[in-house]
Protein backbone atom coordinates (compact mmCIF):
# COMPACT_ATOMS: atom_id res chain seq x y z
CA UNK A 1 0.00 0.00 0.00
CA UNK A 2 2.77 2.46 0.94
CA UNK A 3 4.54 1.69 -2.38
CA UNK A 4 1.19 2.42 -4.36
CA UNK A 5 0.76 5.57 -2.62
CA UNK A 6 4.00 6.66 -3.49
CA UNK A 7 3.90 5.50 -7.00
CA UNK A 8 0.30 7.65 -6.98
CA UNK A 9 2.21 10.35 -5.77
CA UNK A 10 4.95 10.23 -9.06
CA UNK A 11 1.87 10.17 -11.07
CA UNK A 12 1.01 13.15 -9.79
CA UNK A 13 4.57 15.42 -9.96
CA UNK A 14 4.75 14.13 -13.25
CA UNK A 15 1.33 15.08 -14.67
CA UNK A 16 1.40 18.59 -12.44
CA UNK A 17 3.62 21.54 -11.88
CA UNK A 18 3.46 21.70 -8.20
CA UNK A 19 6.17 22.62 -6.65
CA UNK A 20 5.05 22.27 -3.33
CA UNK A 21 8.27 20.73 -2.04
CA UNK A 22 11.82 21.14 -4.20
CA UNK A 23 13.17 18.17 -5.34
CA UNK A 24 10.06 16.19 -4.29
CA UNK A 25 10.20 13.95 -7.41
CA UNK A 26 13.38 13.21 -6.27
CA UNK A 27 12.04 12.20 -2.97
CA UNK A 28 9.44 10.31 -4.52
CA UNK A 29 11.51 8.59 -7.10
CA UNK A 30 14.17 7.43 -3.57
CA UNK A 31 11.19 6.05 -1.61
CA UNK A 32 9.71 4.34 -4.25
CA UNK A 33 13.46 2.66 -5.11
CA UNK A 34 13.42 2.10 -1.35
CA UNK A 35 10.05 -0.06 -0.93
CA UNK A 36 10.80 -2.09 -3.85
CA UNK A 37 14.14 -2.93 -1.65
CA UNK A 38 12.37 -3.48 1.08
CA UNK A 39 9.72 -5.54 -0.78
CA UNK A 40 11.80 -7.51 -2.53
CA UNK A 41 14.37 -8.36 0.09
CA UNK A 42 11.26 -9.11 2.22
CA UNK A 43 10.06 -11.67 -0.33
CA UNK A 44 13.38 -13.49 -0.71
CA UNK A 45 13.73 -13.92 3.41
CA UNK A 46 10.78 -15.01 3.81
CA UNK A 47 10.81 -17.40 0.85
CA UNK A 48 13.76 -18.53 2.62
CA UNK A 49 12.65 -19.37 5.57
CA UNK A 50 9.28 -20.77 4.34
CA UNK A 51 11.81 -23.48 2.19
CA UNK A 52 13.80 -24.57 4.88
CA UNK A 53 11.05 -25.34 7.08
CA UNK A 54 9.65 -26.76 4.46
CA UNK A 55 12.68 -28.84 4.27
CA UNK A 56 12.31 -29.74 8.59
CA UNK A 57 8.91 -31.02 8.44
CA UNK A 58 9.78 -33.42 5.11
CA UNK A 59 12.73 -35.13 6.63
CA UNK A 60 13.56 -33.27 10.17
CA UNK A 61 16.89 -32.84 11.03
CA UNK A 62 20.30 -33.37 8.72
CA UNK A 63 20.88 -37.37 8.70
CA UNK A 64 24.53 -37.44 7.22
CA UNK A 65 27.14 -35.18 5.38
CA UNK A 66 25.16 -35.24 2.18
CA UNK A 67 22.22 -33.90 3.66
CA UNK A 68 24.65 -31.25 5.80
CA UNK A 69 25.86 -30.19 2.42
CA UNK A 70 22.78 -30.26 0.74
CA UNK A 71 21.26 -27.56 3.21
CA UNK A 72 24.18 -25.77 3.36
CA UNK A 73 24.39 -24.89 -0.12
CA UNK A 74 20.62 -24.31 -0.25
CA UNK A 75 21.05 -21.61 2.62
CA UNK A 76 24.17 -19.75 1.07
CA UNK A 77 23.10 -19.94 -2.12
CA UNK A 78 19.43 -18.08 -1.57
CA UNK A 79 20.58 -15.84 1.72
CA UNK A 80 20.23 -12.43 -0.27
CA UNK A 81 23.50 -10.33 0.87
CA UNK A 82 22.01 -7.17 3.54
CA UNK A 83 22.79 -5.11 5.70
CA UNK A 84 21.50 -5.72 8.96
CA UNK A 85 21.40 -1.99 9.99
CA UNK A 86 19.01 -0.71 7.47
CA UNK A 87 16.59 -3.61 7.27
CA UNK A 88 12.84 -2.72 8.48
CA UNK A 89 11.39 -4.86 11.56
CA UNK A 90 9.62 -7.82 9.20
CA UNK A 91 12.99 -8.09 7.33
CA UNK A 92 14.59 -8.60 10.16
CA UNK A 93 12.23 -11.32 11.35
CA UNK A 94 12.49 -13.39 8.24
CA UNK A 95 16.24 -12.82 8.21
CA UNK A 96 15.91 -14.53 11.99
CA UNK A 97 13.98 -16.67 10.83
CA UNK A 98 15.78 -18.48 8.42
CA UNK A 99 18.96 -18.95 10.50
CA UNK A 100 16.45 -20.21 13.27
CA UNK A 101 14.96 -23.00 10.60
CA UNK A 102 18.42 -23.34 9.03
CA UNK A 103 20.27 -24.11 12.71
CA UNK A 104 17.57 -26.55 13.38
CA UNK A 105 18.30 -28.41 10.63
CA UNK A 106 22.10 -28.45 10.96
CA UNK A 107 21.80 -29.47 14.91
CA UNK A 108 23.60 -26.12 15.24
CA UNK A 109 21.46 -25.52 18.60
CA UNK A 110 23.69 -21.84 20.11
CA UNK A 111 22.88 -20.32 16.65
CA UNK A 112 19.32 -21.64 16.92
CA UNK A 113 19.35 -20.00 20.25
CA UNK A 114 21.02 -16.93 19.50
CA UNK A 115 18.99 -16.18 16.24
CA UNK A 116 15.46 -17.61 18.35
CA UNK A 117 16.41 -14.55 21.39
CA UNK A 118 17.23 -11.93 18.88
CA UNK A 119 13.43 -13.08 16.98
CA UNK A 120 11.81 -12.81 20.35
CA UNK A 121 14.01 -9.16 21.44
CA UNK A 122 13.00 -7.55 18.40
CA UNK A 123 9.52 -7.74 19.40
CA UNK A 124 9.93 -6.92 23.08
CA UNK A 125 11.57 -4.13 21.50
CA UNK A 126 8.35 -3.12 19.42
CA UNK A 127 5.74 -4.38 21.61
CA UNK A 128 3.00 -2.51 19.71
CA UNK A 129 4.34 -5.05 16.93
CA UNK A 130 3.39 -8.46 19.25
CA UNK A 131 -0.49 -7.02 18.89
CA UNK A 132 -0.05 -6.14 15.27
CA UNK A 133 1.62 -9.93 14.64
CA UNK A 134 0.76 -12.56 17.54
CA UNK A 135 1.14 -15.29 15.28
CA UNK A 136 5.07 -14.09 14.32
CA UNK A 137 5.55 -13.22 17.90
CA UNK A 138 3.90 -16.76 18.76
CA UNK A 139 6.37 -18.85 16.41
CA UNK A 140 9.46 -17.06 17.88
CA UNK A 141 8.69 -17.74 21.34
CA UNK A 142 7.92 -21.35 20.34
CA UNK A 143 11.39 -21.49 18.73
CA UNK A 144 13.08 -19.97 21.62
CA UNK A 145 11.63 -22.64 23.78
CA UNK A 146 12.82 -25.27 21.01
CA UNK A 147 16.26 -24.11 21.74
CA UNK A 148 16.40 -23.89 25.51
CA UNK A 149 15.18 -27.52 25.23
CA UNK A 150 18.15 -28.62 23.03
CA UNK A 151 20.04 -26.54 24.12
CA UNK A 152 19.38 -27.36 27.93
CA UNK A 153 18.79 -23.74 29.17
CA UNK A 154 16.34 -24.90 31.74
CA UNK A 155 15.89 -21.92 33.49
CA UNK A 156 15.13 -20.00 30.33
CA UNK A 157 12.90 -22.14 28.96
CA UNK A 158 10.71 -21.71 32.56
CA UNK A 159 10.54 -18.15 31.97
CA UNK A 160 9.81 -18.32 28.55
CA UNK A 161 6.83 -20.79 29.26
CA UNK A 162 5.83 -18.27 31.93
CA UNK A 163 6.20 -15.20 29.65
CA UNK A 164 3.94 -17.07 27.12
CA UNK A 165 1.29 -17.82 29.45
CA UNK A 166 0.93 -14.02 30.72
CA UNK A 167 0.75 -13.44 27.26
CA UNK A 168 -2.31 -15.69 26.84
CA UNK A 169 -3.71 -14.60 29.85
CA UNK A 170 -3.81 -10.65 29.24
CA UNK A 171 -4.85 -11.54 25.40
CA UNK A 172 -7.45 -14.18 26.15
CA UNK A 173 -10.56 -12.62 24.75
CA UNK A 174 -8.49 -10.55 21.98
CA UNK A 175 -7.39 -13.90 20.37
CA UNK A 176 -8.25 -15.50 17.37
CA UNK A 177 -8.49 -18.95 16.60
CA UNK A 178 -4.91 -19.04 15.17
CA UNK A 179 -3.41 -17.32 17.62
CA UNK A 180 -5.05 -19.49 20.30
CA UNK A 181 -4.44 -22.49 18.81
CA UNK A 182 -0.63 -21.41 18.25
CA UNK A 183 -0.51 -20.92 22.17
CA UNK A 184 -1.95 -24.09 22.60
CA UNK A 185 0.55 -26.20 20.74
CA UNK A 186 3.41 -23.91 22.17
CA UNK A 187 2.33 -23.94 25.34
CA UNK A 188 1.98 -27.46 26.49
CA UNK A 189 4.86 -28.26 23.66
CA UNK A 190 7.44 -25.87 26.55
CA UNK A 191 6.00 -27.50 29.41
CA UNK A 192 6.45 -31.30 28.06
CA UNK A 193 9.91 -30.43 27.19
CA UNK A 194 11.16 -29.08 30.62
CA UNK A 195 9.27 -32.01 32.41
CA UNK A 196 11.91 -33.98 29.68
CA UNK A 197 14.85 -31.68 31.10
CA UNK A 198 13.99 -32.06 34.54
CA UNK A 199 12.90 -35.77 34.83
CA UNK A 200 9.81 -35.24 36.17
CA UNK A 201 7.88 -37.49 33.99
CA UNK A 202 5.82 -39.08 36.35
CA UNK A 203 4.68 -35.60 36.69
CA UNK A 204 4.07 -34.81 33.09
CA UNK A 205 2.06 -37.28 32.18
CA UNK A 206 -0.74 -35.77 34.52
CA UNK A 207 -1.52 -33.44 32.03
CA UNK A 208 -1.85 -35.95 29.24
CA UNK A 209 -5.94 -35.89 29.55
CA UNK A 210 -6.23 -32.65 29.50
CA UNK A 211 -3.86 -32.47 26.32
CA UNK A 212 -5.94 -35.16 24.63
CA UNK A 213 -9.27 -33.21 25.39
CA UNK A 214 -7.50 -30.22 23.44
CA UNK A 215 -6.34 -31.79 21.07
CA UNK A 216 -9.66 -33.03 19.84
CA UNK A 217 -10.95 -29.74 20.10
CA UNK A 218 -8.33 -28.33 18.26
CA UNK A 219 -8.11 -31.20 15.97
CA UNK A 220 -8.98 -29.14 12.57
CA UNK A 221 -6.28 -26.75 13.14
CA UNK A 222 -4.06 -28.78 13.76
CA UNK A 223 -1.70 -30.10 10.70
CA UNK A 224 -0.41 -34.15 10.99
CA UNK A 225 3.21 -33.00 11.65
CA UNK A 226 1.89 -30.90 14.64
CA UNK A 227 -0.42 -34.21 15.78
CA UNK A 228 2.79 -36.77 15.45
CA UNK A 229 4.81 -34.33 17.49
CA UNK A 230 2.32 -34.37 20.23
CA UNK A 231 1.62 -38.22 20.09
CA UNK A 232 5.76 -38.78 20.08
CA UNK A 233 6.01 -36.54 23.32
CA UNK A 234 3.66 -38.30 25.18
CA UNK A 235 4.49 -41.89 24.32
CA UNK A 236 8.16 -40.41 25.61
CA UNK A 237 6.30 -39.05 29.08
CA UNK A 238 4.71 -42.46 29.44
CA UNK A 239 7.60 -44.61 28.62
CA UNK A 240 10.00 -42.44 30.74
CA UNK A 241 7.17 -42.67 33.92
CA UNK A 242 7.78 -46.66 33.31
CA UNK A 243 4.59 -47.20 31.53
CA UNK A 244 4.93 -49.06 28.71
CA UNK A 245 2.11 -50.08 27.79
CA UNK A 246 0.66 -46.76 27.71
CA UNK A 247 3.70 -45.41 25.38
CA UNK A 248 3.00 -48.13 23.08
CA UNK A 249 -0.87 -47.04 22.43
CA UNK A 250 1.14 -43.38 21.09
CA UNK A 251 2.95 -44.91 19.13
CA UNK A 252 0.83 -47.42 17.49
CA UNK A 253 -1.04 -44.10 16.80
CA UNK A 254 1.68 -42.73 14.78
CA UNK A 255 2.80 -46.02 13.56
CA UNK A 256 -0.92 -46.74 11.87
CA UNK A 257 -1.48 -42.75 10.88
CA UNK A 258 -0.97 -42.13 6.97
CA UNK A 259 1.02 -39.47 7.17
CA UNK A 260 3.20 -39.83 3.56
CA UNK A 261 6.22 -38.23 3.74
CA UNK A 262 5.59 -36.13 6.49
CA UNK A 263 7.39 -36.45 9.74
CA UNK A 264 9.50 -38.99 8.27
CA UNK A 265 11.71 -38.27 11.34
CA UNK A 266 9.34 -39.11 13.93
CA UNK A 267 7.30 -41.56 11.49
CA UNK A 268 11.30 -43.60 12.08
CA UNK A 269 11.54 -42.99 15.97
CA UNK A 270 8.23 -44.07 16.89
CA UNK A 271 9.46 -47.31 15.21
CA UNK A 272 12.76 -47.26 17.55
CA UNK A 273 11.10 -46.76 20.63
CA UNK A 274 8.03 -48.70 19.74
CA UNK A 275 11.01 -51.80 19.76
CA UNK A 276 12.49 -50.75 22.67
CA UNK A 277 9.04 -50.48 24.71
CA UNK A 278 7.96 -53.56 23.82
CA UNK A 279 11.43 -55.21 25.19
CA UNK A 280 10.99 -53.17 28.26
CA UNK A 281 7.39 -55.19 28.96
CA UNK A 282 9.53 -59.01 27.63
CA UNK A 283 7.23 -58.91 24.30
CA UNK A 284 10.50 -61.25 23.16
CA UNK A 285 8.64 -63.25 20.67
CA UNK A 286 7.05 -59.93 18.96
CA UNK A 287 10.50 -58.35 18.62
CA UNK A 288 12.23 -60.86 16.61
CA UNK A 289 9.48 -60.07 13.74
CA UNK A 290 9.21 -56.68 14.94
CA UNK A 291 13.44 -55.41 14.69
CA UNK A 292 13.02 -57.36 10.70
CA UNK A 293 10.13 -54.63 10.42
CA UNK A 294 12.26 -51.81 11.58
CA UNK A 295 15.31 -52.76 9.61
CA UNK A 296 13.39 -52.87 6.40
CA UNK A 297 11.66 -49.68 7.10
CA UNK A 298 14.65 -47.68 8.02
CA UNK A 299 16.18 -48.09 5.18
CA UNK A 300 13.46 -47.83 3.19
CA UNK A 301 13.32 -44.14 4.30
CA UNK A 302 17.44 -44.52 3.73
CA UNK A 303 17.59 -43.67 7.63
CA UNK A 304 19.47 -46.46 9.29
CA UNK A 305 22.23 -44.53 11.11
CA UNK A 306 24.78 -45.96 13.09
CA UNK A 307 23.12 -45.40 16.72
CA UNK A 308 20.07 -47.12 15.21
CA UNK A 309 22.27 -50.21 13.90
CA UNK A 310 24.01 -50.65 16.71
CA UNK A 311 20.69 -50.55 18.81
CA UNK A 312 18.84 -52.87 16.42
CA UNK A 313 21.63 -55.31 16.46
CA UNK A 314 21.87 -55.45 20.51
CA UNK A 315 18.30 -55.98 20.79
CA UNK A 316 18.49 -58.63 18.65
CA UNK A 317 21.24 -60.55 19.90
CA UNK A 318 20.21 -60.12 23.46
CA UNK A 319 16.66 -62.13 22.82
CA UNK A 320 18.35 -65.23 23.54
CA UNK A 321 21.11 -64.03 25.95
CA UNK A 322 21.11 -65.55 29.58
CA UNK A 323 19.70 -62.84 31.74
CA UNK A 324 23.27 -62.45 33.92
CA UNK A 325 24.99 -61.54 30.77
CA UNK A 326 22.40 -58.60 30.07
CA UNK A 327 24.61 -56.12 32.09
CA UNK A 328 27.42 -56.59 30.22
CA UNK A 329 25.72 -56.06 27.18
CA UNK A 330 24.17 -52.91 28.34
CA UNK A 331 27.60 -51.67 29.23
CA UNK A 332 29.19 -52.75 26.00
CA UNK A 333 26.70 -51.08 24.03
CA UNK A 334 26.43 -47.79 26.00
CA UNK A 335 30.92 -47.23 25.40
CA UNK A 336 29.60 -48.35 21.72
CA UNK A 337 27.25 -45.29 21.49
CA UNK A 338 28.93 -42.67 23.79
CA UNK A 339 31.29 -41.24 21.47
CA UNK A 340 28.26 -41.03 18.70
CA UNK A 341 26.68 -38.57 21.12
CA UNK A 342 29.12 -35.98 19.51
CA UNK A 343 29.26 -37.16 16.09
CA UNK A 344 27.32 -33.95 13.83
CA UNK A 345 25.52 -36.81 12.09
CA UNK A 346 24.63 -39.05 14.88
CA UNK A 347 23.67 -37.47 17.37
CA UNK A 348 20.01 -36.18 16.23
CA UNK A 349 19.07 -39.58 17.22
CA UNK A 350 19.88 -38.63 20.92
CA UNK A 351 17.22 -35.75 20.40
CA UNK A 352 14.47 -38.03 19.88
CA UNK A 353 15.63 -40.73 22.69
CA UNK A 354 17.91 -40.39 25.60
CA UNK A 355 19.30 -43.75 24.87
CA UNK A 356 21.96 -43.22 26.85
CA UNK A 357 19.86 -42.99 30.12
CA UNK A 358 17.72 -45.59 29.30
CA UNK A 359 20.80 -48.14 28.91
CA UNK A 360 22.31 -46.17 32.11
CA UNK A 361 18.91 -47.27 34.21
CA UNK A 362 19.63 -50.98 32.57
CA UNK A 363 22.76 -51.14 33.95
CA UNK A 364 22.12 -49.79 37.36
CA UNK A 365 19.09 -51.34 37.71
CA UNK A 366 16.46 -48.61 38.70
CA UNK A 367 13.85 -46.34 36.57
CA UNK A 368 15.04 -44.37 33.87
CA UNK A 369 13.02 -41.37 35.27
CA UNK A 370 15.91 -41.37 38.33
CA UNK A 371 18.35 -41.46 36.18
CA UNK A 372 17.00 -38.34 33.93
CA UNK A 373 16.02 -36.43 36.95
CA UNK A 374 19.47 -37.50 39.21
CA UNK A 375 21.51 -35.77 36.05
CA UNK A 376 19.66 -32.48 35.87
CA UNK A 377 20.21 -32.19 39.63
CA UNK A 378 23.62 -32.82 39.34
CA UNK A 379 23.78 -29.93 36.38
CA UNK A 380 21.98 -27.37 39.02
CA UNK A 381 24.44 -27.91 41.23
Not at 184 to 201: A, D, E, K, R, S
Not at 286 to 295: A, I, M, P, Q, T
Request: with cysteine; charged share 25%.
Amino acid sequence: LELEIIEFEKIIEARHITRSIENRAEELTAQSKRRKEVISSSAELSNLALRLYGLFLKFGHARNEKDLEYVQNFFESNLPDVDLGRLTFFEKIYYYQAHVWYSHIVQNFSQNFRYSSKWVDLFHAYPKMREADPTLYLLGMNNLMTSCFLTGYESKLKSTLEELERFRQAHEKSLDINSEVLVFQYYYTGLINLHFTQGTFSEGIQIIPKLDELLNQYSRYLDQHRILVFYYKMACLFFGSGDNTRALDYLNLIINLKAGSLGEDIQCFARFLHLIAHYELGNYALLEYLVKSVYRFLAKMEDLNQVQSEVLKFLRQTLHKAPQDLRSSFIELRERLQPLAEDETEKRSFLYLDILSWLDSKIEDRPVQDVIREKYLARRR
